[in-house]
């Protein structure tokens, strides 16, 4: 697994993506490693190095509790009390690749989303953040979205080494 590697040099991220981090419910369990690089104040309107948020995300990804704490800063990127974006979770998930790139710069990774058939939807995961992390941030769209009626169930199906990044993608399947 090579995630958390910088793929280009000068790659960002805006601070209200970063800020995840300190929005993150289990946020006591990694903040130490915050203030260890300066991180426990994040503005959300400045660009900081895509390479010391892997760094951060190593360290945490690295601790006793990596897999709660990964997922929680990923559902902290999504506020689920927020008005929906967009009318339906298909449509919203359509959207996630240009979501992204608007909060990243200099960067080269991105998701594909495809409808497989009326009740799939199959992400993959070009990114160099940890599965557990997207895993987060589907899981909080998806609840976003889930009705009464409809309830949607995430999982990663498969990672597997794409040799165009040299990397790692995971392979998620929204169903309902």
Not at 15 to 39: C, H, P, T
Not at 143 to 162: G, P, Q, W
Request: glycine share 4%.
């Amino acid at each position: 697994m090579k995630k958390l590697a910088p793929r280009t040099p000068n790659a960002e991220i805006i601070g209200q993506m970063a800020a995840s981090l300190l929005r993150s419910v289990n946020l006591d369990n990694f903040k130490s490693i915050l203030e260890s690089y300066g991180m426990d104040e994040i503005d959300p309107e400045v660009w900081y190095p895509e390479a010391v948020v892997h760094d951060i995300m190593r360290e945490i990804r690295d601790g006793d509790d990596a897999m709660f704490d990964l997922v929680s800063i990923g559902m902290s990127n999504i506020d689920r009390d927020a008005p929906k974006q967009a009318p339906d979770l298909l449509t919203m998930l359509n959207a996630l690749p240009q979501i992204h790139n608007s909060n990243y710069r200099n960067h080269n990774h991105t998701y594909e989303v495809r409808q497989v058939d009326d009740r799939l939807i199959e992400v993959t995961d070009r990114t160099p953040w940890p599965h557990d992390v997207i895993f987060g941030v589907l899981w909080q769209v998806t609840t976003k979205y889930s009705t009464l009626n409809e309830h949607y169930r995430v999982e990663r199906i498969r990672t597997e080494f794409d040799p165009d990044i040299d990397d790692e993608i995971g392979i998620y399947h929204i169903t309902w």
